[in-house]
Structure formats: C-alpha cells, structure tokens
C-alpha cells in the first residue's frame, strides 16, 4: 500500500478521485492500493523556548541556540499561553498509523520551499524511514496530476529545497525569539515583536513615512508656450526653472514682445515597447493593488482559490517565464480563452502560428514557471475571482503579442537664449497594446512622452507664439508606499546597495520571498506597526517607535536580510552547507541581541492603579489590555476601543472617577464617526454615553 500526502483535504480529494480512491476515512480516504491523506499546512513546527524549559523572558538565558532544535505538534495561542490543538494531534496519529502501514509514500504538498518542509518536518517528527517519492506539479488539473504520477521524482532530488526551507525556519526562529525577547527585557517587558524579515519591512515603511513628512515643499515657475501649426495645437515647457514669479513674470514679456521661436534640435527615434512578461505572484500582487486596490494577502487568497479550483497554475511562483516543453500547449489555452466573448476581438489581434516567444526561457524558471490559466473553463467565479483570472489571462495574451512600436519625438526650440522642449509620441503599430485598448500608461512621469502627435517640424523653422502662460508648480515629496510600491522596495532590496560587485549579486535578491511577502506585510498590521490609510501603508506610533530603537542596528537592515536570501539560495542549489549559515546566522543573533541590551527605553510613565472588581492587585496595563493579574478575579479591558486607543490619562479616570473624559471620533461598526464618553459601570463593564452636539 501507498500513502500520498498532500498539504490540504481539497487537493488530497482531487488527487484520491483520479487514483479512485474513493472511500472516505477518518482523516484520509483509500482505495485501488492508495490511502490518501493531508497535513493541514504546518503540523509540525520548531518548538516555542518553553520547550527548552526556558520560561519567561530571562536575560541571562539569551541568546538562545537549541542544538538540536525541537520539532512539537503546532499548539493554539490561548491567552495562558500555548495549548496542544486537538485536531493537530488527530491528523498526526491517522498520518503516523499510514506511514507505519505502508510501503512506500508519495508527497502531494504544495511544490515549494515550505510544502517541502511540511512534509519533512513531519517526517523526521514521527521518526519514519520509509522510502518516499515527489509529485511534483503547477497545476491541479487531471492532466498535470496525472503526468506528474507518470514522472513521480526520488524524494532526494529535493534534499537540497528541504535543506534551504530547513535553514530558513531555524533562521527566523534564532532572530526572531531571540530579538523579540532582548527588546522586550530592554523595554522593561512591554511586548515588541522583532523578525529577520519584518523588521527590514518596517525599516522600509518607516524611512519612507520620514521622507515623506520632512520634505519641504518649494515653489517654482516654468513658461508654457501655446502654438498651433497645421491645424495642430501643441505646447513647450521652458527646460529652465525660476523660483521668483517676478522673474519669471519679466521673461514672459519679453517672451511676448518676440512672438516667435525658432526650432534649434529635431529628435525623433523608433522606440519598440515589448510585450510584457507573464505574471509570478509578486507582479500579480502589485498590478492588483494599483488596478483593484487588492491587499497582497487578498490576492495570494484569491488566486489561492483559483489554482485549487484548477483555473489557474500554482500561484506561489518566482518567475515570468515558461520552460519550451509548455509552449505547445499554450495555443490550447487561447483557444479555451476565444469561446469567451469578453477575449474575442483581443484574440482576433493574435496570428495563430507566429505567437511571441518571449516567455519561453528554460532558464528562467524557477521552481514553478510564470502563471498561467488551464484548459478548465472557468464557472461558478466570485467577483474577486473573476477580475484576478481575467488579469492573469489578458497578460497571457499581451505576452504573446509583438511589440508596440512608437516614433518618439523630442524638440527643442528657442526664444532669444530660452530653450523650450517638446516631448511627443506617436504609435506606429499598435502591437501588445491592443489587447486590453490602454496605449499608454496611467501615470507618466514629467520626463515622459505622451501621447501627443505633433505637426512636422525641421531644424530653423520659425512657430508663432500663440499664447504664452506662466505655470505655477511645486516640488513634491516622495509618495507613501502603497502595497504595490512596497512590494517592489522589498523585491529590489539588494539594488539599493553601494558596493557594485554586491549590488550585481544582490540585484535580484529581494528580502522575503514571493510566497511569503504578503504574510509579512500582515504581520506588521496585525502587531498595530503599521495601518492602511485608504491605498496607502502609515507606520502607528507603536511603529515608529520599534523602528526608532532599532533603526541604526542590523536587524533592520533590508540589504542584510537580502544577502541571507541569497544564501538560502545557494544551499537550495548544493553551493553552500546548512551548518555554515546557521553558525553565521547564530553569530549574527548574538550581535543583535546584545545592540537590543544595550538600549535606553523611555517608559511611558504608567499609573499603579487597583483593579476594579476585586479591589485586591494592580492592574497590569500593555499596549493592548489592562487586566488583573489575579487568575481567579480575570478582569480583563480591550485598550483600542473603536479604533481609539485609551490613553493613560483617560485609563486613569476611567478607574478612578468611572469615567473617560469626552473621546472623539470613535468609529461605529457600520464605519460611522461618533464622540462619547466611556463610563464604567457597576458590573465593571464599561458602557458608551454618547455625547450629543
């Protein structure tokens, strides 16, 4: 008998109905000399320091170092801690009984970095030593199943993935337990939570904000010029700048009085625009953010939803690219795409027989090739659904397409020693950008050629000066990240480096990785780091204040935690030892953890305050509750109350006088604003009295 495993019950159904297993088991179902079962993503995973009989934040115990690190069944966060999840434990001892049944296994977990360690990690906890075989697979369809059945790979094919995802939780466990627990000492026990990957991303969010807020805005002028020649109205911009609008003012008049410029330099070039690449998840999360206003973590879900539903590939993927042995299956796909109306007249562009072959590059495909849809006509689509596979198909499509070629026009003209410039473009074949009808895109920078067909022009014609104006502007700060933005800073980490033979290594190295980055970002908002303000991520004070204690120490360095990512490459591909990086890592940990010992925390000056039921012990007040300390009493108070939080001043009057001074604009559940006074009750509970104007 034979036990697949694979990381959810939806794919372990899909893969045991092809294999007609079809009778239902507890935890697994079985049939034609197959017993089919699932982990439910990590079941196992490295033990928390109290499973080193480490307890409480000690400073004397860091840095902490297992050696060798304890694998435990996945516990419940419960507000006394860890608890053992019951339904974790149920699932193991069905896979434990499997394993110990069978002959051999063949592991069905997601074809990645952490599917791989999904299945190891339980592996190695349950002590087996069955030999065991990997379905490797971009897609759920029958087809893909069934050839990866018949192209089933040795499981050590794979030592090095598992080596590198191995090395990657211990990582994150060494910088992340031990960071989180220094800070913590440091702050005298107020909870900050530190990672190798999530802190560099709050240093992103942070340096930005900063950028942002102490930019001084500074006016300037600029003189546009109206002209109209064969019947073709057209402007210029002065290529100078003034900050004085008198000085600006006395050009223009004697811009006027001359009422004629001369043209000094004609450009024009042919510029080919290629079709764009397809989508790996990181660029898919990116263009939905700009075009849906989709959160990364949406989108990860979304399309999530949609490769199990088999209309899309795996979505987890790192490249653009598809190997040559998929490119005969790409007309299917098109064909599939052309019974839809909403695709036809953007297939009717396309030349069956002469499809661009950008896309295919051996090379360039990582563990996953770039996304694609399936042969599975898409039904039965939510919204969401529907807008991220028609995204995914319209790029297909433009991939395939030829070039856009445009003729780009740059003139410069002169009024007395003025120079004025004319950027202008015109498309000569429409190419990819007939697909979805945008040609050109939303946002052109200043430096950019528009769209705008200009009359033909040689070198000492003379324009008239229809009108001239003076332009008011004003230099502008750099925006705020939105997700899209962020997600390409932590994509393009390694590039912001001086050292030039490092900047070219590191050049494509980001900081976490596509799968993980919309987790990362989640965290931050779940920790209150950062917040989302309409499309735009703002640090909280909470944030600014971690990334204020740590932002000249290395674990806030984003070209750092780059380089570790390209380590981690390396051990993937057999270059570099496990061992290696983890006693780099671990010497790493002691630097940083001794950087976070040596900080000064200012305390916010707390109260001792009783507390209100049992009269008996001082409350504890954090960031997030109050409560008392006694087990028996548990009075416990939410500090953010909607969406404010208390401060201490109104902390203290709510437990001394029963009542908070006026809070305003506090937010109902149906989002609207309201200001109200929080009062505390006689059954300690605290109850709203609204404040009318």
């Not at 627990?181 to 909870?191: E, F, P, Y």
């Not at 674990?555 to 993937?572: P, S, V």
Request: net charge positive; proline share 4%.
């Amino acid at each position: 008998m034979k036990v697949i495993i694979a990381e959810k019950p939806s794919v372990a159904r899909e893969i045991a109905q092809l294999l007609g297993a079809h009778e239902k088991k507890e935890g697994y179902l079985s049939g034609n000399g197959y017993c089919v079962t699932w982990a439910l993503g990590h079941l196992i995973a490295l033990g928390m320091s109290e499973d080193y009989g480490i307890r409480g934040f000690n400073k004397a115990s860091l840095p902490i170092f297992p050696n060798p690190f304890i694998l435990t069944p996945k516990k419940l966060k419960k507000a006394k801690g860890y608890e053992p999840d019951p339904l974790v434990s149920k699932q193991l001892n069905i896979i434990k009984r499997l394993f110990n049944q069978c002959n051999s296994i063949i592991v069905a977990t997601d074809a990645g970095r952490e599917g791989e360690l999904i299945f190891r990690y339980i592996y190695q906890y349950l002590n087996c030593q069955k030999p065991f075989e990997r379905l490797w697979i971009s897609s759920l369809t029958e087809k893909a199943i069934q050839d990866g059945f018949k192209n089933l790979q040795s499981g050590d094919t794979f030592d090095g993935l598992y080596e590198a995802a191995k090395a990657r939780s211990e990582a994150d466990w060494l910088v992340g337990i031990n960071a989180t627990q220094a800070l913590t000492i440091a702050g005298n026990q107020d909870v900050y939570s530190l990672g190798r990957v999530q802190t560099p991303t709050l240093a992103l969010i942070c340096q930005r904000f900063f950028q942002h807020q102490n930019f001084t805005k500074q006016k300037y002028f600029q003189i546009q010029l109206i002209h109209r020649k064969e019947y073709i109205d057209f402007t210029c911009l002065s290529l100078l700048q003034w900050e004085e609008k008198k000085q600006g003012e006395q050009i223009q008049k004697s811009i006027e009085r001359e009422g004629r410029a001369v043209v000094e330099d004609v450009s024009i070039t042919t510029v080919k625009e290629q079709s764009p690449l397809l989508f790996d998840l990181t660029e898919l999360q990116k263009e939905a953010n700009r075009k849906l206003g989709f959160s990364a973590d949406e989108v990860l879900k979304i399309a999530q939803s949609l490769y199990e539903k088999k209309f899309i590939t795996y979505p987890r993927t790192g490249s653009k690219y598809i190997p040559e042995d998929l490119w005969p299956e790409i007309p299917e796909l098109v064909r599939i795409l052309n019974t839809k109306d909403q695709f036809k007249s953007a297939i009717s562009t396309l030349k069956f027989g002469n499809f661009n072959k950008r896309i295919v590059n051996d090379v360039k495909v990582t563990d996953h090739h770039g996304l694609l849809i399936t042969t599975k006509v898409p039904s039965a689509l939510t919204a969401t659904e529907k807008a991220i596979y028609d995204m995914i198909a319209y790029r297909l499509l433009e991939s395939l397409s030829h070039a856009c070629t445009k003729q780009v026009s740059h003139i410069i003209i002169k009024v007395h020693h003025y120079e004025f410039q004319i950027r202008g473009s015109k498309i000569l074949e429409k190419g990819w950008r007939t697909i979805k009808g945008i040609l050109s895109d939303n946002e052109i920078p200043d430096n950019a050629e528009a769209l705008i067909e200009l009359p033909e022009l040689k070198i000492g014609d003379e324009l008239k000066i229809s009108k001239t104006e003076l332009l008011e502007k004003t230099t502008q700060p750099p925006k705020l990240y939105t997700e899209a933005d962020l997600l390409s800073a932590m994509e393009n980490a390694g590039s912001s480096i001086e050292n030039k033979e490092e900047k070219q290594a590191l050049s494509t190295i980001g900081i976490g990785t596509p799968a993980s980055r919309a987790s990362i970002i989640e965290t931050l908002l779940s920790r209150n780091y950062i917040i989302r303000k309409s499309k735009t991520l703002h640090p909280t004070d909470k944030g600014l204040q971690v990334y204020n204690l740590v932002k000249d120490k290395k674990i806030a360095n984003a070209q750092m935690t780059a380089e570790w990512e390209m380590a981690l490459d390396r051990i993937e591909k057999g270059e570099l030892n496990r061992t290696q990086f983890i006693n780099d890592i671990q010497d790493y940990t002691t630097e940083i953890t001794n950087e976070l010992f040596s900080l000064h925390i200012p305390q916010e000056n707390i109260p001792q305050l009783n507390c209100p039921k049992c009269q008996q012990h001082t409350l504890i007040i954090k960031d997030k509750i109050i409560k008392c300390p006694d087990e028996q009493c548990s009075w416990i108070l939410f500090r953010t109350i909607c969406g404010i939080q208390l401060s201490i001043k109104d902390l203290t009057s709510l437990l001394t006088q029963n009542k908070t001074s006026l809070i305003k604009n506090m937010k109902s559940k149906n989002g609207k604003k309201f200001d109200a006074y929080i009062v505390l009750k006689d059954v300690y509970k605290t109850v709203f009295e609204v404040h009318n104007h």
